[in-house]
């Protein structure tokens, strides 16, 4: 089991920079694909990027692809998601999750472990 732990959410102009980070708790990180994902108010959770245990497999949402990076460092214990050229529809609440399997998958259903959450507001 892991416990994931989200920071570095805030408010920031359209085309700022943000980079999110999501720290896992337990010996097994290595062993979690992990992906991201984002709520704004009144939509669905939708996925925005997900990479595999070794980090080799990535996948992007079409709408982040070429301004976002998702990364993670295994001895850290942490993912990351780099977040450039922000626009006023990434506004959302985005969520690291964890799965514990090899491959990054884009269905929020694929995964079991979440965390709480953090606000980034992007404004025009």
């Known amino acids: 089991q892991v416990q994931l732990v989200e920071s570095g959410g805030g408010l920031v102009q359209a085309g700022d920079s943000l980079r999110l980070s999501c720290a896992a708790s337990g010996r097994t990180f290595r062993e979690y694909a992990m992906g991201w994902f984002r709520q704004a108010p009144g939509k669905e959770r939708e996925f925005v990027a997900a990479i595999s245990r070794g980090g080799g497999s990535i996948k992007y949402a079409d709408s982040v692809k070429g301004r976002f990076t998702i990364s993670r460092d295994n001895t850290m214990n942490t993912v990351y998601l780099q977040m450039n050229s922000l626009k006023p529809e990434d506004t959302a609440v985005y969520y690291c999750?964890?799965?514990?399997?090899?491959?990054?998958?884009?269905?929020?259903?694929?995964?079991?472990?979440w965390g709480q959450g953090t606000q980034v507001t992007v404004s025009a």
């Open positions: 999750a964890g799965r514990v399997y090899f491959s990054a998958t884009t269905s929020y259903s694929d995964y079991t472990y």
